[in-house]
């Protein structure tokens, strides 16, 4: 693994399912992050977690949760899938949180089709 | 509230220079991020300016000025590679990225 590594690549899933979604990083970075991102408007946090075993809220928390049993994984879960949660789904780490050098760094993400 | 407002799309010819700006009223400052994101991919970091001023990294520079809230990127020598989308970020007072929606950027022969 090099970087950050999103899985799966995209989803079609049907209305109330529930779905993870997988998001690991090799670079021991402290700070784990998802965004959301729809057309016309810019990323949108969902959940963070600025070290193991802590996460926050973000912007648009409701319908998600996340955990961070260990530096290098933050799965993301909708317990019960709706269509306004069609988006493209990105996670991102960054070394030091709250450090305003810190620099966030994307995987390749994840497109979700809620039907 | 919190806003980051940037042009929608803008358009280039390949060779020229193109100024992308970014305005922005958040909670706090604690530095503005650019970043690059070409179609269907993650978003790639750029510059990151924290001080008043003109940040320059080979073909691309940014300027921030924080007094009047404002930012821009500016992209010299257009290639057509440069066809990509340009976010702007600014990190406020909780230590959270707040994201424009970004710019739409076409480069033209």
């Known amino acids: 693994i090099a970087g950050i590594t999103q899985a799966p690549t995209s989803q079609i899933l049907a209305a109330g399912r529930r779905m993870t979604l997988r998001c690991t990083q090799d670079m021991r970075h402290n700070a784990m992050y998802w965004y959301r991102q729809d057309l016309g408007l810019g990323l949108r946090l969902i959940h963070y977690s600025n070290t193991a075993g802590t996460t926050g809220k973000g912007e648009v928390p409701d319908g998600y949760s996340v955990s961070r049993a260990n530096t290098d994984d933050f799965p993301l879960t909708l317990a019960s899938a709706v269509p306004s949660q069609t988006s493209v789904y990105f996670c991102?780490?960054?070394?030091?949180?709250?450090?305003?050098?810190?620099?966030?760094?994307f995987g390749p993400g994840t497109r979700l089709t809620v039907l | 509230g919190q806003n980051i407002d940037q042009p929608t799309e803008m358009t280039a010819t390949e060779g020229a220079i193109v100024q992308i700006n970014c305005t922005y009223q958040t909670s706090g400052f604690n530095g503005l991020f650019w970043y690059q994101q070409h179609a269907g991919e993650a978003p790639t970091f750029l510059s990151y300016?924290?001080l008043d001023g003109l940040e320059e990294k080979g073909r691309f520079s940014s300027f921030l000025s924080r007094s009047k809230g404002y930012s821009y990127l500016l992209l010299k020598e257009l290639q057509m590679k440069d066809s990509a989308s340009y976010l702007c970020a600014v990190l406020d007072s909780n230590y959270q990225l707040i994201w424009g929606a970004g710019t739409k950027l076409i480069i033209k022969p």
């Open positions: 991102a780490s960054s070394p030091l949180a709250g450090d305003s050098r810190d620099t966030q760094y």
């Open positions: 300016n924290v």
